[in-house]
């Protein structure tokens, strides 16, 4: 699957000149346009479209990598990275009933007295809904990770660490190591993974930052 992902891409990214609009075409609001893909012509949306599709297809690591790529034009191109912004906040959610099945098995029945029926956030490791506490009446954001995810992360990870291995015996000459700059990336992954963990971050964040007056951190219900 992976080897027919780069496949699709590469093939994608020949797609030329010859589906593009004249360049009188695009309009001028373009120079202000917060809508990057209303100012690109036929050939950079589709090619744009496919990159997206393509890493969305072959699960939350890859997305993850291609979130943080799109921050880094000079590595990959300023065509790519325009491409890959829209994954940062368009990632489909996960299906609601293996969602709920999941909170059940995690926290049991009763602990809400009310919950919204689909996400009101999506992203690539979690999706959140608003749910209503049983016992105090206090509004929570419940925050529910993809199933079978920190599996998925781990064969991705290896089989990607194989992959960049090879590429660098390969081309010795490469400017770059890619397997450094992915194992910055996957260390990082994993202890977003851990829930836990960001319920302690969240909470010395509040600490450190407690003098700040306007700034609210959502805090953790340690109970649950």
């Not at 851990?194 to 319920?199: G, I, S």
């Amino acid at each position: 699957e992976l080897l027919s992902a780069v496949t699709k891409v590469t093939a994608a990214w020949k797609i030329d000149a010859t589906e593009d609009s004249p360049a009188s075409s695009v309009p001028p609001r373009c120079a202000f346009e917060n809508e990057i893909e209303e100012c690109q012509n036929i050939a950079e949306r589709k090619r744009g479209r496919i990159l997206r599709e393509t890493i969305g297809q072959n699960g939350v690591l890859f997305i993850k990598l291609a979130q943080t790529a799109a921050t880094r034009p000079d590595l990959i191109g300023d065509e790519a990275a325009l491409a890959l912004e829209k994954l940062q906040d368009r990632t489909q959610p996960f299906d609601d009933k293996i969602a709920k099945k999941i909170l059940q098995e995690e926290l049991g029945k009763g602990i809400f007295s009310e919950i919204t029926n689909s996400p009101i956030a999506a992203a690539s490791l979690a999706q959140v809904y608003k749910a209503k506490l049983k016992e105090t009446g206090e509004t929570v954001a419940v925050k529910i990770r993809r199933p079978n995810l920190v599996d998925q992360v781990a064969l991705d990870s290896y089989l990607c660490r194989l992959v960049l291995r090879t590429y660098t015996r390969i081309f010795a000459t490469a400017e770059r190591d890619y397997e450094i700059l992915f194992k910055e990336v996957g260390s990082g992954l994993l202890e977003e993974l851990d829930f836990t963990q960001e319920a302690v971050n969240a909470k010395d964040f509040t600490e450190a930052h407690k003098h700040i007056r306007f700034l609210r951190v959502p805090q953790p219900f340690d109970k649950y």
